[in-house]
């Protein structure tokens, strides 16, 4: 079976954003950049199925600049057995990149598409069930873990009051949560073996996908800043000034 | 204009994360119409049609909503959508892990953008939400014929008693046989729902064992009768299930007090409890981030001044 795994570039979890001063958005010339934490879960879970002799191959797609090559090479030094870029230096929304991934799934005909729960830049947790919607698979978001049969797939899910476990024909259409697993580390013969892989290339219009952004971004702020609190030097004035000056 | 909120509910009775979600639709200024898909759901409907500011309830009772599956629920959500031949202009539901899971799912279906955990509405057509963690705030403007939005619940009241809708039957969608649930399990708590709790105690790593977890934390929550919540450390160390997390990727809690314990706070945590109306952090390290957003901050060894605190309140 065929697995296909979204992966995105997005700034690096550990650097501290700054909003440009146009308000057009947040700084991203000379910030470190690094493939979504969610999608190196999903890389890691996909090649572990690979490594179980479940999964035949494991192949790797990302959406956006040139640049994303590296975040390609980053899931090829996981595991995964080729790359395809889908470029283009237009803003792409999530509806876009379901868009996008649908039809490189038509191509590709994967028996299972692996995807973080949600990337660390815009928050929006909704590119697996858009692409779930469009392909009439069922979904599985925010796995924490995934049992892959012949024709089913088990998947326990985290929800708001704790776990539940669905059971999925395949093809299907699954997202990981933090808890899925623990992503490896790529080494160097790993990294250079991952440079031989094949990274195949397309434009949006060569897949017949119209990536117009749908949400105009009008400004991005700062959120307000918290007022720097006191040190207070003990249990008793820690209680006085809750009650009295808090007054909670 | 009508607003369709999807209601979060158990059949029994609403989430309560669906009464922000109402207040939120409110706030559009249009008709506000409540859709509660369900199995054996009258409890619910009954409870949606007494909140205040809501003009109907449309409930879809089926077995095929036994399970919730977002396959069944956004194909209903679809479905009345397209009934009302274009008057629907927005669809709302929490942004709570129900909600995220469905609505994507209703606006690809609809070929329309989602708006995420939206946290303020400055017209029908413009909204303001959280990217980055929170560390900014986006102002997003839609062109789509219908918006979906789902709602950050801290960011909004919930919607009172007092209504009085009318209630409709609405047909259940075919069921669409794409997904079975074989099992649930839901921890149990005497405390506050940590989405919804005035007061939350808070614990990280500096806890050092889900035993210490316990020993020290559940006394003070309990006298407070606060929620307890953890950092994604101690989550990750198994001191407490995974629901306990607040954070970027875990619950958005913004309690009128939140006690973070042997937490440094890390942009992820902040992300989840920053708007928190007083925070107190207990961390004996006095350079951990998290003082640097905590109205009180006591630098000391929580071993001593958690005991200190639950015999002092």
């Known amino acids: 079976m065929r697995i296909l795994v979204p992966v995105k570039r997005v700034i690096d979890y550990n650097v501290k954003v700054r909003v440009k001063a146009d308000q057009s958005g947040v700084e991203l010339a000379n910030v470190k950049m690094a493939m ?31 640049q994303c090559q590296e975040t390609l090479r980053t899931a090829m030094a996981i595991g995964a057995d080729r790359g395809i870029l889908v470029e283009s230096t237009a803003e792409l929304q999530p509806l876009a990149v379901a868009k996008l991934l649908k039809a490189i799934v038509d191509k590709e005909q994967p028996r299972l598409v692996i995807l973080g729960k949600q990337a660390i830049d815009d928050d929006s947790n909704q590119t697996g069930q858009m692409l779930a919607a469009l392909l009439g698979w ?32 395949l093809p299907a259409v699954i997202t990981t949560d933090l808890r899925l697993n623990e992503p490896r580390y790529a080494t160097l013969p790993n990294i250079m073996k991952a440079k031989k892989k094949p990274l195949d290339t397309v434009q949006p219009i060569d897949l017949g996908v119209d990536v117009a952004p749908r949400l105009t971004t009008l400004k991005v702020v700062e959120p307000a800043a918290r007022g720097a609190g006191i040190k207070v030097a003990d249990v008793a004035q820690l209680i006085d000034k809750l009650k009295n000056e808090a007054k909670v | 204009m009508t607003i369709l909120v999807v209601a979060e509910h158990d059949n029994a009775s609403l989430k309560g994360a669906t009464l922000n979600t ?19 759901a009258g409890g619910a409907a009954e409870a949606a049609a007494r909140v205040a500011g809501v003009s109907k309830v449309l409930v879809a009772d089926s077995a095929v909503f036994a399970d919730q599956s977002a396959e069944n629920l956004a194909s209903q959500v679809v479905e009345v959508v397209k009934a009302a031949g274009g008057a629907i202009s927005h669809v709302l539901a929490p942004a709570t892990t129900f909600g995220k899971n469905v609505l994507p799912r209703v606006a690809a279906v609809l070929d329309v ?9 400055e017209s ?31 960011a909004f009241e919930a919607a009172g008693e007092g209504g009085a809708a009318a209630v409709e039957q609405v047909a259940a969608v075919a069921d669409s046989g794409l997904s079975r649930l074989t099992g649930r399990e839901l921890t149990k708590s005497a405390r506050p729902e940590l989405g919804a709790a005035k007061i939350i105690v808070s614990g990280g790593r500096g806890l050092g064992s889900s035993e210490n977890y316990h020993k020290v934390l559940e006394p003070l929550a309990d006298k407070l009768g606060a929620a307890l919540g953890a950092s994604r450390a ?17 619950k958005i809690v913004a309690p009128q007090l939140y006690l973070a314990v042997g937490i440094s706070g890390a942009i992820q945590h902040l992300a989840g409890m920053k708007d928190s109306k007083v925070i107190v952090a207990i961390n ?23 005991p200190q605190l639950t015999s002092a309140v």
């Open chain 2, 22 to 40: 109402v207040s939120a639709a409110a706030k559009l200024g249009g008709d506000v119409v409540i859709l509660v898909a369900g199995a054996g």
């Open chain 2, 284 to 306: 004996k390290d006095p350079e951990a981030p998290i003082f640097q957003v905590a109205d009180y901050g006591l630098v000391a060894d929580l071993f001593e001044a958690v």
């Open chain 2, 234 to 250: 101690a989550v990750d160390a198994g001191y407490v299930p995974n629901d306990y997390q607040v954070g970027q990727t875990g």
């Open chain 2, 124 to 154: 029908a057509d413009t909204f303001v939400r959280p990217i980055y963690a929170g560390n900014a705030l986006a102002t997003v403007k839609s062109a789509d014929p219908v918006k979906v939005i789902t709602v950050r619940t801290t």
């Open chain 1, 138 to 169: 069922p979904q599985a978001t925010f796995a924490s873990k995934v049992e892959v049969g012949a024709e089913r797939v088990q998947v326990t899910r985290e929800i708001d009051g704790g776990l539940e476990t669905l059971s999925l024909p």
């Open chain 2, 113 to 121: 953008a989602q708006i995420s955990e939206i946290v303020a509405i």
């Open chain 1, 36 to 66: 979504n934490p969610f999608d190196e879960i999903a890389v890691e879970e996909a090649v572990r199925l690979k490594e179980a002799g479940t999964a035949t191959e494991v192949v790797a797609v990302s959406a956006g600049v040139a």
